[in-house]
Nanobody, 124 residues
Framework: QVTLVESGGGLVQVGGSLRLSCAAS????????MAWFRQAPGKDREFVAA????????SYGDSEKGRFTISRLNTKNMMYLQMRSLEPEDSAKYYC?????????????????WGQGTQVTVSP
């Protein structure tokens, strides 16, 4: 069992930045591929970014490339999402997820554990 807790969400103006954090506990953190997803009201959950167990590989959704950076610090059992140049379309609840698969997967069904989410709101 892996427990995930997100933090760092909030209200930010267009063009601003936020850093989300995900704290993990329960199993060997580096054994898991980690990812961020987001879900806006009335929309499907969307893949944001993923990072391999040792942090050497990353992948991003199309709308996030160049603006968001995913990272992890295995010694602290932490994962991060640095978000820059935020737009109103980035407003959503952001979820941290963990998968025992080695691949950088982008489908929510491939992830075994989920946090409760943290809300990000970008105001015009």
């Amino acid at each position: 069992q892996v427990t995930l807790v997100e933090s760092g969400g909030g209200l930010v103006q267009v063009g601003g930045s936020l850093r989300l954090s995900c704290a993990a506990s329960g199993r060997t953190f580096s054994d898991y591929t980690m990812a961020w997803f987001r879900q806006a009201p009335g929309k499907d959950r969307e893949f944001v970014a993923a990072i391999s167990g040792l942090g050497g590989s990353t992948s991003y959704g199309d709308s996030e490339k160049g603006r968001f950076t995913i990272s992890r610090l295995n010694t602290k059992n932490m994962m991060y999402l640095q978000m820059r140049s935020l737009e109103p379309e980035d407003s959503a609840k952001y979820y941290c997820a963990a998968s025992s698969a080695l691949e950088l997967l982008s489908h929510e069904g491939d992830y075994d554990y989920w946090g409760q989410g943290t809300q990000v709101t970008v105001s015009p």
